[in-house]
T-cell receptor
């Protein structure tokens, strides 16, 4: 069954540590996206990638970094420079402008 | 620039009652419009989409939405609410004329509660 796998589901880190969130898809989609969701804020785009080895900043890229070395994988690193990292992070993918297909998210808590 | 306004961050209905979730959009080009549903601690699932074909769009789980250009609205309805409809609903707008899904703009969401 095709889909997007985000792991882990819950992640806890101490302030000042970098943390990497995993996103893997087996849908053969070209484009992949990272969104951040905060209560009452909707979804905000962090980074996106339309092709391997290329990615673009979204609306709130500061304090985050990504890589796209394989078509199936688009990991997101939350760096210590991100001032408010605690949030629900959603990975999505799409193919040729089809609607976004989402993973089940990773809830990151930084204390 | 495109934007979406969802009127009402919380909506509460009784089981069996009509569900109406409001969405108004702003777009300088013909829009593509979407409704997504999110259950607790899960990702978003596409309910339905409007892409310039029929103005009344039918989606999954008995939901439908009507595109009204004159009112710049795309309200989501369901004739009879079920307990399983309790979730958060997001309206989103984009335009293929302006690129791909990275141009998708989401509303802030409406949390639907269904009372027995």
């Amino acid at each position: 069954d095709g889909g997007i796998t985000q792991s882990p589901k819950y992640l806890f880190r101490k302030e000042g540590q970098n943390v990497t969130l995993s996103c893997e898809q087996n849908l053969n989609h070209d484009a992949m996206y990272w969104y951040r969701q905060d209560p009452g804020q909707g979804l905000r785009l962090i980074y996106y990638s339309q092709i391997v080895n290329d990615f673009q900043k979204g609306d709130i890229a500061e304090g985050y970094s990504v890589s796209r070395e394989k078509k199936e994988s688009f990991p997101l690193t939350v760096t210590s420079a991100q001032k408010n990292p605690t949030a629900f992070y959603l990975c999505a993918s799409s193919h040729q402008n089809s609607p976004l297909h989402f993973g089940n998210g990773t809830r990151l808590t930084v204390t | 620039a495109q934007s979406v306004t969802q009127l009402g961050s919380h909506v509460s209905v009784s089981e069996g009652a009509l569900v109406l979730l409001r969405c108004n959009y702003s777009s300088s080009v013909p829009p593509y419009l979407f409704w997504y549903v999110q259950y607790p601690n899960q990702g978003l699932q596409l309910l339905l989409k409007y892409t310039s074909a029929a103005t009344l769009v039918k989606g999954i789980n008995g939901f439908e939405a009507e595109f009204k250009k004159s009112e710049t609205s795309f309200h989501l309805t369901k004739p009879s609410a079920h307990m399983s409809d309790a979730a958060e609903y997001f309206c989103a707008v984009s335009s293929l004329a302006q690129g791909g899904s990275e141009k998708l703009v989401f509303g802030k969401g409406t949390k639907l509660t269904v009372n027995p």
